[in-house]
């Protein structure tokens, strides 16, 4: 099994923080010492807080999300508009720290690859550095082949293994969520997970995402 895991997202709110807290729920129900990050946040540390409270963990928030910014946009952008520079030391700092503590983290980017933190420096430059594996949360509905191809294509180019693609809030009610899962298992390789709308992960799906298949 993976001692940690990197949840980043095809887009913003595809659903990264639902799955993040199910698995770290799940976790801890499981007897596991989990322990959560979120790097990066813009605007607010509501998902942070979501993940401290699945995980049952005491961390503070500012050790749990080293990096808060005001305004809700890109961080880069966020940034500039506050006149700061983000200092990601604090970021590497928590998570050697937290690595210590727990047999298991679960960390969470913010959007998807190519948001910019920096000048000429992305999410996808801060999954390269944590060395975990990462799960891909996609949506299920049209449009989803091309934004998780392209997510997966980046991800291998800089030989970042991938632990898989989790499809969230699917409903299998349109041909497109019919087929998607299957086009996206045939065209990557990548095993595919299917997570309902509003419902907890089982055991069974937690452990395939941790590599306890």
């Known amino acids: 099994m993976y001692k940690g ?13 639902y799955v993040g807290c199910s698995l770290a729920r799940s976790l801890k ?4 010492a989990v322990g959560v990050m979120k790097p990066v946040a813009s605007g607010d540390r509501d998902d942070a807080r979501k993940l401290i409270s699945a995980a049952g963990v005491r961390d503070g928030i500012g050790r749990v999300n080293p990096v808060c910014l005001k305004y809700p946009l890109a961080p880069l952008v966020s940034a500039r ?14 998570y050697a720290q937290l690595k210590k503590k727990y047999e298991f983290m679960v960390v969470e980017g913010v959007g998807g690859l ?4 920096r000048e000429n420096y992305f999410v996808l430059d801060m999954i ?5 594996p990462v799960l891909i949360i996609a949506r299920p509905f049209l ?7 392209l ?8 030989r970042i293994d991938i632990a898989g693609v989790a499809m969230s809030c699917t409903q299998s009610s349109t041909l497109a969520e ?6 996206i298992r045939e065209l990557t390789g990548l095993d595919v997970l299917e997570v309902p709308c509003k419902q907890e992960m089982n055991i069974e799906q937690n452990l395939w995402i941790i590599g306890g298949k």
């Open 5 to 17: 895991i990197f949840i980043t997202g095809t887009d913003t709110g595809v659903g990264k923080t």
């Open 151 to 158: 997510t997966v294509d980046k991800l291998r180019q800089r």
């Open 114 to 117: 190519l948001v910019p933190l």
């Open 178 to 183: 019919k087929t998607n899962p299957g086009i």
């Open 81 to 94: 508009l506050a006149g700061v520079r983000i200092d990601l030391r604090p970021v590497w700092e928590s």
């Open 128 to 132: 390269k550095r944590f060395r975990l």
């Open 143 to 149: 449009g989803t082949i091309n934004h998780t191809l």
């Open 29 to 32: 129900e499981r007897g596991v």
